[in-house]
């Protein structure tokens, strides 16, 4: 694979989480979907703080993890932040109605994107992160086309 396809990033703090939170905001185009992964507390909505950081969002960022979804109206697109967490059932998704969401003048980020049981959109970007004893690991794959796009920009910024 090429250099535009994965990234990896070994980031030893929240500050480097933020940061790099605030470049992939940079890079992000209306349309995109991104699938966050990791355990708890590995920096899922550290890293959407950054990004909405980035974007002019000064408000709080909390997990929708009671909501589901948190809407960030911005000037360049809305961003739904999803936690799908609470799923039960992989038909909460279809019965929520947030299908809609995914469309081209958006931007979707999702925590726990397995609870949907294969119902979701497929993502642009996979953002894998990993929690090691001196900080965290992300990893983050293009699955598309827009995805490898955006990875290009994200490589093209200065570094977290």
């Keep these: 694979m090429s250099e535009f396809l994965i990234l990896r990033f070994d980031l030893p703090d929240e500050a480097a989480t933020l940061a790099l939170g605030a470049r992939l905001?940079?890079?992000?185009?209306?349309?995109?979907?991104?699938?966050?992964?990791?355990?708890?507390?590995?920096?899922?909505?550290?890293?959407?703080?950054?990004?909405?950081?980035?974007?002019?969002?000064?408000?709080?960022?909390?997990?929708?993890?009671?909501?589901?979804?948190?809407?960030?109206?911005?000037?360049?697109?809305?961003?739904?932040?999803?936690d799908l967490y609470r799923f039960v059932d992989p038909d909460e998704w279809e019965d929520a109605g947030f299908r809609e969401y995914f469309n081209a003048a958006s931007v979707c980020l999702v925590e726990w994107p397995d609870k949907a049981g294969g119902r979701l959109p497929q993502?642009?970007?996979?953002?894998?992160?990993?929690?090691?004893?001196?900080?965290?690991?992300?990893?983050?794959?293009?699955?598309?086309?827009a995805g490898r796009l955006c990875i290009a920009r994200l490589n093209s910024t200065c570094q977290p």
């Design 25 to 82: 905001g940079r890079a992000l185009a209306p349309g995109l979907s991104l699938w966050l992964e990791g355990d708890l507390g590995a920096g899922k909505t550290t890293l959407t703080r950054g990004v909405l950081r980035e974007l002019g969002f000064a408000g709080r960022v909390k997990s929708p993890t009671y909501t589901l979804v948190e809407l960030y109206e911005l000037s360049r697109f809305n961003l739904y932040h999803f």
């Design 123 to 145: 993502p642009d970007l996979r953002v894998q992160f990993d929690i090691l004893d001196d900080g965290r690991r992300i990893r983050i794959d293009a699955l598309t086309e």
